[in-house]
């Protein structure tokens, strides 16, 4: 997600740590209907929030359905097609999936959806581990503003906005801040 300065006075909540953990567990159920067998799912997120997204909905599932869902992490700094024109190299971290990949699905999990170029990336990414049976992609939001003509399987939020509006998600484990997703604009 493009880093933005936000003027804190015009920001607005749109979710709360309740209304994320009821979105993200919504999504769980739909991951429940849609995949049989669970064994052969992995929840891959993209660092640093959708990791820790994916982690919440693996225990959403297992909750649920007591089946333990694995989970990866699936890098995209070095598979993005902007990676020459910014300023700085992205941080890059390791990547870590459960192979064999082949008749697995692999849910691609982030928190805003937006151009749709980091799923693509992501995409890249797992084809160099294999090639897996289906992947599908849950997100927090989805702000709308596609680039690539790709859409989210499981969605938390559909929030339409602004190109010039910013959406902020704030995890305590990965933010050291309470869960809430924020509306703010560009200054």
């Known amino acids: 997600?493009?880093?933005?300065?936000?003027?804190?006075?015009?920001?607005?909540?749109?979710?709360?740590?309740?209304?994320?953990?009821?979105?993200?567990?919504?999504?769980?159920?739909?991951?429940?209907?849609?995949?049989?067998?669970?064994?052969?799912?992995?929840?891959?997120?993209?660092?640093?929030?959708?990791?820790?997204?994916?982690?919440?909905?693996?225990?959403?599932?297992?909750?649920?359905?007591?089946?333990?869902?694995?989970?990866?992490?699936?890098?995209?700094?070095?598979?993005?097609?902007d990676v020459g024109k910014r300023p700085e190299l992205p941080l890059v971290h390791a990547s870590k999936l459960p192979l064999p990949l082949e008749e697995r699905t692999i849910i691609?999990?982030?928190?805003?959806?937006?151009?749709?170029?980091?799923?693509?990336?992501?995409?890249d990414a797992i084809n160099s581990f294999g090639r897996p049976a289906r992947i599908q992609l849950a997100v927090l939001i989805d702000r709308g503003h596609r680039e690539l003509p790709i859409r989210p399987d499981y969605v938390g939020k559909n929030l339409p906005t602004a190109t010039r509006e910013q959406i902020q998600v704030r995890l305590q484990e990965t933010d050291n801040e309470a869960d809430a997703v924020w509306l703010g604009r560009e200054i």
């Open 108 to 123: 691609i999990v982030d928190d805003v959806l937006y151009t749709g170029r980091t799923v693509r990336a992501a995409m």
């Open 1 to 81: 997600m493009k880093q933005t300065k936000q003027n804190p006075q015009a920001a607005v909540p749109i979710m709360d740590a309740e209304a994320i953990r009821r979105a993200l567990r919504r999504i769980a159920h739909e991951i429940i209907e849609r995949n049989a067998p669970l064994e052969q799912v992995v929840l891959a997120g993209i660092p640093s929030r959708g990791v820790e997204i994916a982690r919440r909905i693996a225990a959403f599932i297992h909750e649920i359905e007591k089946i333990d869902v694995e989970t990866g992490v699936i890098d995209v700094a070095m598979h993005r097609d």
